[in-house]
């Protein structure tokens, strides 16, 4: 009785399997990383309000506090003064000195050229700071309700998608940062085809920037990357 054998002369008719090699870290540009990008429509807000939300307006407290604290200074020391003289008293030299030398100075002055520059860049920052609203650290989310106005903070929003992040086999660590139009993610990848990881990436983070509930949902850039060599 005579034992069968495979073609290739293994015994009990068995092949070996092929074995398929793939390149460590292979990506379609060559190089050991992977990216990709994509922009979200953001969800629909309540009835009859399509308008993009606005940005919070911030209070501007220190400036403000500021600002008051030294018109107060100046108008309680120039009324002490003002009623002095009325007074029959003589006037404070700072006073006196202050109008000989505004009266004598040239308007070429190096002195007063650099206390006009001063005070047009004071007067600037403080147009800047009424025209612009100010708090970038809040992100406006979609209104459910007509009369309720919500935001969300940048490092918020980034620490859920990082936890987001990190439930995807193959990420080692995250980075995440949070602006107003676009979410750009850095992640490393210690094992896994990072073409696979980012593709897992991009639709675990997709829902993940959806369910923020942004008024504007902000593009998602990922990039995946091997760790970098020790030593």
């Known amino acids: 009785m005579s034992e069968s054998q495979g073609p290739s002369g293994s015994a009990g008719g068995t092949q070996p ?10 990506t379609q540009n060559g190089l050991d990383q992977s990216a990709s990008a994509a922009s979200y429509e953001p969800l629909p807000t309540a009835e009859g309000d399509d308008r993009r939300p606005r940005r919070f307006w911030s209070a501007r ?9 030294l018109v107060f200074a100046g108008a309680g020391l120039m009324l002490y003064d003002v009623a002095a003289v009325r007074a029959d008293r003589p006037a404070m030299q700072w006073r006196k000195t202050l109008a000989r030398e ?20 004071l007067g ?7 025209a612009t609203p100010g708090r970038r650290a809040v992100l406006p989310m ?18 859920v998608l990082r936890d987001r992040a990190m439930k995807v086999a193959g990420v080692q660590s995250v980075r995440v940062r949070t602006r107003r139009k676009k979410v ?12 696979d990881v980012r593709s897992d990436l991009d639709t675990m983070l997709a829902d993940a920037v959806r369910e923020l ?19």
């Open 184 to 195: 750009d993610v850095r992640a490393v990848s210690h094992f896994r085809e990072l073409d």
């Open 17 to 26: 399997l092929p074995v398929i090699e793939r390149k460590e870290g292979g």
């Open 61 to 69: 407290r220190i400036p403000a506090a500021l600002l008051a604290l």
């Open 124 to 130: 600037l920052w403080l147009l800047v700071l009424a």
């Open 142 to 159: 979609r209104r459910v309700h007509p009369d309720v106005r919500s935001g969300l903070h940048r490092d918020a929003a980034a620490m």
């Open 102 to 121: 505004l009266a004598e100075r040239p308007l070429d002055d190096t002195w007063v050229l650099t206390g006009a520059g001063v005070a047009a860049a």
């Open 213 to 231: 509930g942004l008024g504007r949902a902000p593009a998602l850039s990922v990039h995946v990357r091997r760790p970098g060599k020790k030593g």
